[in-house]
């Protein structure tokens, strides 16, 4: 397992090199299955194609369902189909990428496979991780699933419009329990369904943007 994660992470470091190379800002989501990924997706290219060259690598155990959904908006899409790995690795991100490699694009967005353990462990040469927790789930994953809050630069509480329905879920408390496993992160409350804090998350892409700084070595 060791020699496994050395080898993805001289990969990982591969695929950051073209990243830089491009100018290009890539994005690890990561959720429990069905938290929100694709749709947030769908909500932020409609919202941002307009100044940014997106394209999406998206990871489906099998179906190309989301890739539809993304492609639907009109931005270039390619599908992993991990069969039975439960995350993305590097090598799989190197091959996309290279299928997307005469576009330029600003934003990547690498939607993970839908799972709260294994991604945490594989490094893409993502710029940021961010993770999703929607409301119906609990606000106590963060304690419970530590190593992969732990990484993530981001938290987005997402369907917050359920708010309303699912008492139990208390804002404050999943982000004590980020603090708690000592990740000092921001975290953003959303809706794809409603609108609510999209323009924070926007504004946090935005920032992360424009502050990538310049390529400095050439990949291959
Ligand atoms: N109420 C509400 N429902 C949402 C929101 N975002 C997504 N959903 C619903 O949640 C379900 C799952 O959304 P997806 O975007 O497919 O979730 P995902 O994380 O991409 O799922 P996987 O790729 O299977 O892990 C769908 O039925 C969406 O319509 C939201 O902000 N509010
Ligand atoms: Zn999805
Ligand atoms: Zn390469």
Not at 15 to 40: C, E, V, W, Y
Not at 108 to 120: D, K, Q, R, S
Not at 144 to 162: E, G, Q
Request: proline share 5%.
């Amino acid at each position: 397992m060791r020699g496994l994660l050395c080898e993805n992470d001289r990969a990982a470091g591969h695929n950051r090199r073209h990243f830089d190379l491009h100018q290009t800002l890539a994005i690890n989501l990561m959720s429990s299955p069905g938290a929100g990924k694709t749709a947030l997706l769908e909500a932020s290219i409609e919202a941002l194609s307009a100044t940014f060259r997106i394209a999406v690598i998206v990871g489906d155990l099998e179906t190309d369902n989301d890739a539809r959904r993304i492609r639907a908006k009109g931005v270039p899409v390619v599908q992993i189909t991990t069969g039975s790995a439960c995350h993305l690795d590097a090598a799989m991100v190197h091959d996309a990428w290279h299928q997307l490699r005469n576009e330029p694009v600003d934003l990547l967005f690498i939607e993970n496979v839908g799972n709260l353990v294994c991604p945490a462990s594989f490094a893409l040469g993502q710029h940021a991780d961010v993770i999703l927790l929607s409301v119906p789930e609990g606000d106590d994953k963060p304690a419970k699933y530590p190593v992969m809050f732990r990484c993530a630069d981001l938290m987005l509480i997402t369907k917050i419009d359920l708010l309303p329905y699912l008492a139990d879920f208390v804002p404050e408390r999943a982000q004590r329990y980020m603090n708690e496993i000592g990740n000092p992160a921001p975290t953003l409350a959303t809706s794809s369904r409603d609108g609510t804090g999209m323009d924070e998350w926007f504004g946090w892409l935005r920032r992360l943007h424009a502050a990538q700084g310049h390529p400095a070595e050439v990949a291959t």
